[in-house]
């Protein structure tokens, strides 16, 4: 079964630094979402992506926080100076058709901001 | 404001003891409603879609169905291997189509 494949499973960064998440959606999907889940706490919506721009996006999803898909494989989520806050489970996902249907969420990104 | 409350927040059962997960949304448009599966350290695994009132989907051991402010999660018979996070969530009728997730209950189904 086709799967999301997210890299790395964790990382650990200095407080200020920037990080990439990187997510492999699956290949004939052409909506792409980012949402977090701080631990203990419920899945948060970050942001959705088509057709190379952001659709929709959360309160969250400060100017800290861009996605890109610099090809037709990748799709990023980039933290531009961490917080203590930032640290949290990222979650991928992708969908072929956003009206109708589940996600097809990845494993994570376990970030911890140190 | 746009809002998913499930309960209760943990269920513990005994194997082949029947239950139901309740969730109930207030949200200004519903484009539908899933119910995810989560377990310790994963993604949610996607289990059902129900868009309208009166529908019912199966799968297993589990039964949702959904009123016009509810859906419950039925368990019938579990075993222990049903035990993990479910997850309810609620899609918009916003222009990214954003989904928004209740805190879930977190089952556990004992030998």
């Known amino acids: 079964e086709p799967e999301v494949t997210q890299t790395p499973s964790h990382q650990v960064t200095q407080m200020g630094q920037e990080v990439i998440l990187r997510c492999v959606p699956i290949?004939?999907?052409?909506?792409f979402y980012w949402y977090r889940q701080i631990l203990g706490q419920k899945v948060e919506f970050l942001v959705s992506f088509y057709n190379n721009e952001i659709s929709e996006k959360s309160e969250i999803f400060d100017d800290q926080f861009s996605v890109e898909r610099p090809d037709g494989s990748n799709f990023t989520l980039k933290i531009r100076s961490t917080k203590l806050e930032d640290s949290a489970m990222y979650f991928c996902?992708?969908?072929?058709?956003?009206?109708?249907?589940?996600?097809?969420f990845g494993s994570g990104t376990r970030l911890t901001v140190v | 404001e746009d809002q998913v409350t499930q309960s209760p927040e943990a269920l513990r059962l005994q194997e082949g003891e029947s239950s139901s997960l309740n969730c109930s949304y207030t949200?200004?448009?519903?484009?539908?409603l899933f119910w995810y599966r989560q377990d310790p350290g994963k993604g949610p695994e996607f289990l059902f879609t129900l868009y309208s009132a009166g529908e019912e989907k199966e799968k297993e051991r589990l039964k949702a169905t959904l009123t016009k402010k509810e859906s419950f999660l039925h368990i019938t018979a579990p075993k222990p291997e049903d035990s993990a996070t479910y997850l309810c969530?609620?899609?918009?009728?916003?222009?990214?189509?954003?989904?928004?997730f209740g805190a879930g209950t977190r089952l556990f189904v004992k030998a």
């Open positions: 969530a609620v899609r918009l009728n916003t222009g990214g189509f954003k989904t928004i």
């Open positions: 949200v200004s448009g519903l484009r539908g």
């Open positions: 996902a992708s969908r072929d058709d956003p009206s109708s249907g589940g996600y097809t």
């Open positions: 290949s004939n999907h052409l909506y």
